[in-house]
């Protein structure tokens, strides 16, 4: 089993999650206690990691501030699509409050200056933002498919209380999946400084390892093949033809198309490298690879994606934005009275007079999810 261990000058394994410099020992055939030293330079995230950092912070906290405020102040009744919106404009607003710690730590060369409670609550923060994220990106989406593909059958399914319902269990679910984070992160003292553990301390990471493997799989692979799913029988439900449908009709398909492909760029560009590059750097780390190009690329790799998924904080208010496109109702009333057509006229005006405020909500919640809100 390969041994790491530090070099006397530089930082111990994993000062803010990553190591600085590795040297590694070769078991010798001879048995000689000669040692091959590994040096992974990481000076430069002293000065990228403060910088994407800083600028996430601002730019987040400004369009998610104005999101929460626009939400807040218009009187209309929030509709489902917004109710998920909200809970994730909150998801990035609590992580965008914990970046000006770790800026201050790459800028004192990875010393922590917080206390434990506060290194916890930074890495526990990050990895709820990144996994609530992509569990309520999952939620609008079949939230999305419902309405373009079963438009009213599920409309019992699309209401208001069925959004907050949905929002509170996939809190829950994030909350149980990252407790462990908060036992695994911790401080440690090293070489007379005070470093917060992003992962785990070295003789806990293979059983970071298994825990981190398992997350993978719940947080990010099995919801974006979920996403995947959805978003490509919505693209096939509106490139299908429809009779008669006016010019205009075309053009908002055509808009909602975009959108779509849009939300799953900045999906992919947000959450894909960076599950890529961590799987990589675990890989490497636990099975201790001996060789040092590889570890130098895989702790590269791994640093320069993690603002990626910071950066969702900054991308997700722009779906708040796409949401006030300009009013499609023309092609909304068309796409219904062709899922609706065994109705007639009258049964249609009394049944639509009937309906409640939730299921008059899950209508309008048809229109947003055509619209590719």
């Given at each position: 089993m390969l041994n790491w261990t530090f070099l006397p000058e530089e930082r111990e394994l994993e000062a803010d999650s990553e190591e600085a410099s590795l040297e590694i020992k070769k078991p010798d055939l001879n048995a000689s206690k000669e040692q091959n030293a590994c040096y992974v330079s990481e000076r430069y995230k002293q000065v990228y990691l403060p910088i994407t950092y800083s600028l996430i912070f601002i730019l987040g906290l400004v369009l998610n501030g104005a999101v929460v405020w626009l939400s807040c102040c218009q009187t209309k009744p929030w509709s489902c699509a917004t109710i998920y919106l909200m809970n994730l404009m909150v998801a990035d607003l609590l992580y965008l409050l914990s970046l000006p710690f770790l800026v201050v730590t790459y800028l004192m060369s990875d010393t922590w200056l917080f206390g434990e409670m506060l290194c916890r609550l930074v890495r526990f923060l990050f990895y709820t933002n990144l996994y609530s994220n992509i569990l309520l990106l999952t939620c609008i989406s079949v939230h999305r498919f419902l309405g373009v593909c079963h438009p009213l059958s599920s409309l019992p399914y699309r209401t208001r209380r069925r959004a907050w319902q949905t929002a509170a269990a996939t809190w829950t679910l994030v909350v149980l999946q990252l407790l462990p984070t908060l036992v695994y992160s911790r401080t440690k003292y090293v070489n007379g400084r005070a470093i917060c553990y992003d992962t785990t301390s070295p003789e806990n990471f293979d059983r970071f390892f298994a825990y981190g493997v398992v997350l993978t799989f719940s947080g990010f692979l099995f919801p974006s093949l979920i996403i995947l799913v959805c978003y490509s029988l919505m693209v096939r439900s509106l490139t299908?033809?429809?009779?008669?449908?006016?010019?205009?009709?075309?053009?908002?398909?055509?808009?909602?198309?975009?959108?779509?492909?849009l939300v799953c760029s900045l999906f992919a560009?947000?959450?894909?490298?960076?599950?890529?590059?961590?799987?990589?750097?675990?890989?490497?780390?636990?099975?201790?690879?001996?060789?040092?190009?590889?570890?130098?690329?895989?702790s590269l790799a791994y640093k320069i994606c993690r603002p990626l998924a910071s950066m969702s904080s900054c991308l997700n208010p722009i779906l708040y934005f796409l949401s006030r496109g300009n009013n499609r109702a023309q092609l909304f009333q068309k796409l219904r009275q062709n899922k609706d057509t065994t109705l007639q006229p009258d049964q249609r005006g009394s049944k639509e007079d009937a309906e409640n405020a939730e299921e008059e909500d899950g209508n309008d919640e048809y229109q947003e999810a055509i619209a590719g809100i």
């Open positions: 299908s033809p429809v009779e008669n449908l006016p010019e205009a009709g075309y053009l908002a398909r055509a808009k909602s198309i975009r959108t779509i492909l560009l947000c959450f894909v490298p960076y599950h890529i590059a961590r799987f990589f750097y675990f890989v490497t780390r636990f099975r201790n690879s001996r060789d040092c190009e590889l570890l130098s690329a895989a």
